[in-house]
């Protein structure tokens, strides 16, 4: 049985999808249509978590994008798209932003989205420290992009994977504007512009177009 990759549309879970590209590692691919805005019940009774991205792999099934990508990356992908131990600090780089994705900028992200469902005061104090701390790491970001032409250095590694989508994607649940951020703006037209983020996209979310721009999508929340 190959590697199956549950994705539910318009999520994180693009990322296992886009991985798998890059790797061009075979896999069958199951799509999800959200019901209304979470996942539908044929995927949430695949695993305790109740939400994707979810593989199956012979008689593994595994949820949480992090680990997904790293099982993939350990047990597929003989070093590729990865910065081998060897290389000292490149290696420590590599990590920090492998785990930046879901530590600090998801977060950050997904925190902003929260408040704004609750519709708080524009005063709020806690709402406005939470904005505060997803600009912090857009501007972490913006810096590393700089110097860097990708976040491990001269090399796309998983990191990338694993960080864009907080950036392109779950914008359309939680805008905001990349304008003060240039160097993450050229950055996201490099990723677009790759194939296998290409393909990924059109395979996951057929007739979506990337938000890749510097100005915020219109929400679909």
Known sequence: ??????????SQSERIIWLCEELAL?????????SP??????????????????????????????????YILTKYAHGRLQIPPSEGKKYAEYLY?????????QLSVSRTMYFRVAKLPADNSVENMVIARREHA???LDERLRENEWLAGEVFTA????????L???????PYSLEAYPNIVKYL??????EGYKRAMEKGDPGFKPILGAEAPESVM
């Open 1 to 10: 049985m190959p590697l199956t990759i549950h994705h539910l549309s318009r």
């Open 189 to 194: 037209q490099r990723i677009g512009a790759r």
């Open 138 to 140: 857009l501007k972490l």
């Open 37 to 70: 805005l979470l996942a539908p019940p044929e995927l949430k009774a695949l695993h305790p978590l109740e939400t994707a991205p979810i593989i199956t792999d012979e008689e593994i099934t595994l949820a949480e994008s992090g680990a997904i990508a790293e």
């Open 26 to 34: 075979p896999y069958d691919l199951k799509v999800y249509a959200r």
């Open 159 to 166: 990191a990338d994977v694993m960080n864009v989508v907080s």
């Open 168 to 174: 392109t994607t779950l914008r359309i649940f939680v």
């Open 97 to 105: 932003w492998l785990h930046f994705a879901n530590g600090t900028l």
